[in-house]
């Protein structure tokens, strides 16, 4: 086994009781078993993981402290293609006809709001994007 063997399994285990991110959760749960001796090809078809996750995750343990191995850093998502006002308008937008806005339609599909969010702020956005804002404004 080799690795691992100055990690504490009560400690683990204590820490498994107080997680809240599922990711964690599984994390600690396949190196409380790599500690009892469940071998990573075990764990890899138990858990679904590709044996070269689980040697980075276990190298996270050995390498890291226990809350920087069980967590991923932060990661920032893609900057959005609207400002706050912008984002603000076009939604209010949508909540009105779209005859408001100068269409000649009696509502607003995606291939509209987009079309118009093409036009008003120079911004081109997925339908699938377009219909998000759908879900949460109409």
Do not use: C
């Amino acid at each position: 086994m080799g690795k691992l063997e100055g990690i504490s399994a009560a400690r683990l285990r204590d820490r498994l009781d107080t997680v809240e991110s599922a990711k964690a959760a599984k994390r600690l749960m396949v190196v409380l078993a790599y500690l009892d001796g469940v071998s990573v090809t075990t764990l890899s078809d138990r858990y679904d993981i590709p044996p070269s996750t689980l040697y980075y995750w276990l190298d996270r343990f050995e390498e890291r402290s226990l809350e920087d191995a069980i967590e991923d850093q932060a990661r920032p998502g893609r900057p959005t293609k609207l400002d706050d006002d912008d984002r603000v308008a076009f939604e209010e937008t949508l909540r009105n006809p779209p005859q408001d806005a100068g269409y000649d339609a009696d509502e607003w599909t995606p291939e509209l709001a987009k079309q118009y969010l093409e036009e008003a702020f120079d911004v081109s956005y997925s339908a699938g994007h377009i219909r998000h804002y759908f879900d949460h404004l109409l």
